[in-house]
């Protein structure tokens, strides 16, 4: 299963940007029982966490975006968003979505967005 993330991606620095991540119709039926979570490659560097919501709403998020960055979910569209505000240079990279099991990713890495943020 793969999982694969949408979403314009050029914008200035101080701008915002909302990307999503629809799961496919292989595994909606577990779209609510999973956790989720929004990863970031930034080029050169590997892939991290950025923020995650579990199954019951809790959220969490890296240093790096917290106040800046929010995950949430609409279980009817069984989708996942990371609504991006006062993007930083330092954002940029490809964005990743999974479900979390354990907290480690659950399914194979689809397509990531690629989020440029200028200065």
């Known amino acids: 299963v793969q999982l694969q993330a949408s979403g314009v991606g050029l914008v200035q620095a101080g701008g915002s940007l909302r990307i999503s991540c629809k799961a496919p119709?292989?595994?909606?039926?577990?779209?609510?029982?999973?956790?989720w979570g929004w990863y970031r490659q930034a080029p050169g560097k590997q892939r991290e966490l950025v923020a995650s919501?579990?199954?019951?709403?809790?959220?969490s998020s890296a240093d790096s975006v917290k106040g800046r960055f929010t995950i949430s979910k609409d279980s009817a569209r069984k989708t996942v968003y990371l609504q991006m505000n006062s993007l930083k240079p330092e954002d940029t990279g490809v964005y990743f979505c999974?479900?979390?099991?354990?907290?480690?990713?659950?399914?194979?890495w689809g397509r990531g967005t690629l989020v440029t943020v200028s200065s």
């Open positions: 999974n479900a979390l099991r354990g907290g480690t990713p659950s399914y194979d």
């Open positions: 119709r292989t595994i909606t039926s577990v779209f609510n029982s999973n956790d």
């Open positions: 919501i579990t199954n019951n709403g809790i959220l």
